[in-house]
């Protein structure tokens, strides 16, 4: 089968991992020779926007998609330089991905922030189902109830109850 891309790539906090998250990554991979998921923020866990650690991202990531052999997971850092970020993330691509296709799609939800990644690069508009991180968060947070689970694979809810534990015992702002 003949893919529409050569490297798709897309950015994500994955704060947690939940179902549109999984549902834009498989379609890049329908779509995309090679898959790569730049992890946002890599810089900050453990706070009310952030709480879990890129390993503890990681690990999520790596259980939902073991059978994918050609999605790449890369931290990124944020710099909070709008004007500078599109060369930023095509250049931490570039290094960490050298032996790839160079990027010739970017997978996200709003046109105009993205179109500074340059003219040899696709934008992929996708839908987000109204899934948000921060819908998760406070289900998972802020509610003394499993409803966040509906929001995430199966596959991954006991360790996500697990790295739940350890977020609540180290942050005293998500303690109810």
């Not at 089968?1 to 890049?28: D, E, F, S, T």
């Not at 990531?61 to 052999?69: P, R």
């Not at 993330?89 to 050298?98: F, G, P, Q, T």
């Amino acid at each position: 089968m003949c893919k529409k891309y050569k490297h798709g790539i897309a950015c994500m906090r994955c704060q947690p991992l939940h179902n549109g998250h999984v549902k834009l990554i498989k379609r890049m991979n329908e779509e995309c020779e090679n898959v790569t998921i730049l992890l946002g923020s890599s810089q900050e866990n453990r706070t009310k926007k952030n709480p879990f650690t890129v390993i503890e991202r990681q690990i999520l990531l790596s259980k939902v998609f073991s059978n994918y052999k050609n999605i790449n997971w890369i931290a990124i850092k944020d710099i909070n330089s709008y004007k500078n970020w599109g060369k930023y993330v095509i250049s931490a691509v570039n290094y960490k991905l050298w032996n790839l296709s160079a990027v010739d799609s970017y997978y996200g939800g709003e046109e105009n922030i993205y179109n500074f990644l340059g003219k040899n690069i696709y934008i992929e508009m996708c839908n987000r189902d109204d899934i948000s991180g921060t819908i998760v968060r406070d289900l998972m947070f802020n509610k003394k109830t499993d409803e966040w689970k509906k929001y995430v694979p199966e596959e991954i809810h006991f360790d996500l109850s697990l790295f739940k534990e350890i977020v609540k015992n180290e942050m005293i702002e998500f303690n109810d």
